[in-house]
């Protein structure tokens, strides 16, 4: 049994696999058919006829790359793609999103992407956003008690001259435009009411997106704590550290890893040191500051001291933010750039949205002619992609305007560290003329604006799981791993996993899921061989300064946007990492910070519950996978999203 290929299978159902009207679910055939049917949608409405015979071929050939796993198209038109939803909303169809939060409009565009499954970077800009009129004593909550969808989309808000109730209807447009009318509500009111009578039990799929409904759990507490923020602002503008508290408030409502954020300040202006350190010890008082990945932006080369500065912050809170980003080169790379998707691979304008694709690179091995072809057929499909039309009657113009524009692509590679040729820059800067010839090959037939910056390498942690192949270019903790994976004890796949032979354990921190342990081996990776405790284990040992210049051979020489990788890292090994970073300052636009644990330390040592990737000898690998009978995909339903460690480390959620 290919155990990759078994992990690959669970991810793809659990995370892609829609259902049918019957109840039934997809078959991955199924969801590549109606990815492929999406790309004809778009390329007969952009070139305003029907496809000819020898597009349609090579809309074959996108088939044929999908159905075999050496490529794929974003996560987001896997879920979405060629549903009614897809083809009203099109902004359902990016994962991730960027933009200036400034106005109520911004917070509207800002929540109604979020509620799109679209993740959002936001820098928060002091000068529109405020307080309350004045300061509202007394605010009420009236929590939905239905047991079945209410049919009541529309918001409708009342003022007596001295209650001010808004209740929020049964839709996405209705939580969006309900925020928008908390936020710019100027009553002098004594009594604010949040009504959610309206809105349908938790446990519910979507019609048109397939989720599940949260019901108004979420929602319920967003709000009243966004009033409290404009009650302690009444009369006076909003602070930088209160519209990040409201923007990671709008990021909860859905509490699915389909929320992610991440916020941006400039180095240096006010409130900088606050909003750096705005996640240290928030557990309690601020929950909400978990739901985004903070990053700085310098527009000047930091001195020594202050990278070093950085890192005791970094240190300080846990090793991994404040983030910094190189707003410098962002810009010479991308003069539109304002700031990043939540994962950073992506230079994004105000009000942008990033657009992927990628390659498997090591299922191509020694098939170069192979690797040329599929650059060509998913870089076409990658500019097809930008041909939306974005007005939807709830975002700005702006963003249409812009992707009009930009035309962003992002063609992606994972698999690096498996493919034979991923450390010669020769075949890095093949690979990006591939991509520039791809994508501006269908700008041109359509007589539409090129892409103005192509490829880009992301975490890729669930689609490359789907492939069965290394994720991004990260390389694996070890050869032989156990990767522990979270479901619901309620989950139809749970026992027929138990009825193979896999491992479930409870999970400690919730009494409703369990843990099920998958064998992963990477025969076509390297690594280095140490004893630990009488034990032979296969490891990377490769050095945050090793992980840096693999990061810089890319931005040198394939990547037109930023490499998304999270370097590892030990605080022993800061003094160096500040001395690349000063001399490489021109190559780096940011990276994520991790701090390492010890590949041959178990959970325990390390007191840990559990590790989601736990390294494990040869031995001990081989005793589990051979206990292990063919698992039965019949009736396998997907019973919610997968649970998943996110883009390699746990930084990025989506999809």
């Not at 690959?8 to 159902?13: A, K």
């Not at 909303?89 to 933009?99: D, H, I, P, T």
């Not at 408030?249 to 202006?269: P, Q």
């Not at 840990?608 to 698992?631: A, C, G, H, I, S």
Request: with cysteine.
């Amino acid at each position: 049994m290919d155990h990759n290929k078994i992990r690959g299978e669970l991810v793809y159902r659990r995370t892609y696999s829609r259902p049918f009207d019957n109840g039934e679910f997809e078959e991955w055939e199924d969801t590549v058919a109606r990815v492929i049917g999406h790309q004809r949608w778009l390329w007969e409405r952009a070139a305003k006829h029907d496809l000819s015979s020898s597009e349609t071929e090579e809309l074959l050939e996108l088939q044929d790359l999908l159905l075999s796993r050496k490529a794929s198209v974003s996560g987001r038109t896997l879920w979405l793609g060629g549903t009614d939803v897809a083809k009203r909303r099109e902004a359902s169809q990016f994962n991730c999103s960027g933009l200036q939060l400034e106005t109520v409009n911004d917070a509207v565009d800002m929540i109604w992407l979020l509620m799109q499954g679209c993740g959002v970077g936001f820098h928060p800009v002091v000068g529109t956003l405020n307080g309350f009129a004045n300061h509202i004593p007394n605010i009420e909550v009236v929590r939905s008690e239905r047991k079945e969808k209410s049919g009541e989309d529309e918001n409708t808000e009342t003022f007596d001259g001295d209650t001010w109730t808004i209740s929020v209807g049964d839709s996405a447009e209705g939580w969006a435009k309900a925020f928008g009318k908390l936020l710019a509500g100027k009553f002098p009111a004594n009594r604010l009411i949040f009504d959610f009578t309206r809105i349908r039990p938790a446990g519910e799929r979507l019609a048109g997106y397939g989720w599940i409904s949260s019901g108004d759990s979420s929602i319920a507490k967003a709000f009243p704590a966004i009033a409290e923020i404009l009650n302690k602002r009444a009369g006076q503008l909003l602070t930088r550290i209160d519209i990040l508290d409201i923007g990671n408030w709008m990021g909860t409502v859905l509490s699915s890893r389909r929320s992610a954020e991440i916020a941006f300040h400039r180095f240096g202006d006010p409130e900088w040191e606050a909003f750096a350190k705005a996640k240290k010890n928030c557990g309690e008082d601020n929950p909400q500051r978990f739901q985004s990945n903070n990053s700085l932006l310098f527009h000047n080369k930091p001195t020594k001291l202050e990278l070093r500065g950085l890192f005791e912050m970094m240190l300080e809170a846990g090793g991994s933010e404040p983030g910094f980003i190189n707003a410098a080169e962002a810009l010479r790379r991308a003069p539109w750039f304002k700031l990043t998707n939540p994962c950073a691979e992506i230079l994004l304008g105000n009000k942008s949205f990033c657009n992927l694709v990628e390659i498997n690179l090591s299922a191509f091995n020694e098939d170069l002619e192979g690797l040329e072809r599929a650059y060509y057929i998913i870089g076409r499909a990658n500019y097809r992609q930008t041909c939306v039309n974005l007005r939807d009657g709830v975002l700005q113009d702006s963003w249409h305007e812009l992707n009009e524009f930009l035309r962003l692509t992002g063609m992606g590679v994972t698999g690096v560290v498996g493919w034979e040729h991923h450390e010669e820059a020769k075949y890095w800067q093949q690979l990006n003329r591939w991509a520039q010839e791809a994508v501006h090959s269908m700008a041109d037939e359509l007589g539409l604006p090129r892409s103005k910056a192509v490829t880009t390498i992301k975490p890729s942690g669930t689609l490359s799981k789907m492939m069965g192949t290394t994720e991004g270019i990260h390389k694996p903790l070890g050869k032989y791993v156990f990767n522990n994976i979270i479901f619901a004890k309620a989950d139809p796949l749970v026992p027929k996993l138990r009825g193979a032979g896999y491992d479930i354990m409870d999970n400690p921190r919730d009494s409703e899921s369990c843990i099920v342990t998958f064998p992963v081996v990477w025969d076509n990776v390297s690594f280095d061989t140490v004893i630990n405790r009488g034990r032979k284990l296969e490891i990377n040992t490769d050095s945050a300064i090793d992980q840096l210049n693999r990061y810089k051979l890319v931005m040198d020489n394939y990547v037109d946007h930023n490499c998304s990788i999270t370097v590892s890292y030990s605080p022993e090994e800061v003094p160096e990492i500040v001395e690349w970073l000063y001399d490489n300052w021109n190559s780096y636009v940011g990276v994520s910070w991790l701090l390492r644990d010890d590949p041959t330390k178990s959970a325990a040592d390390l007191g840990y519950d559990y590790l989601p990737q736990d390294v494990v000898t040869k031995e001990r690998w081989e005793e589990y996978v051979n206990k292990l009978r063919p698992f039965d995909w019949n009736g396998t339903d997907t019973y919610e999203e997968l649970e998943d460690e996110g883009c390699s480390t746990g930084a990025c959620p989506i999809k």
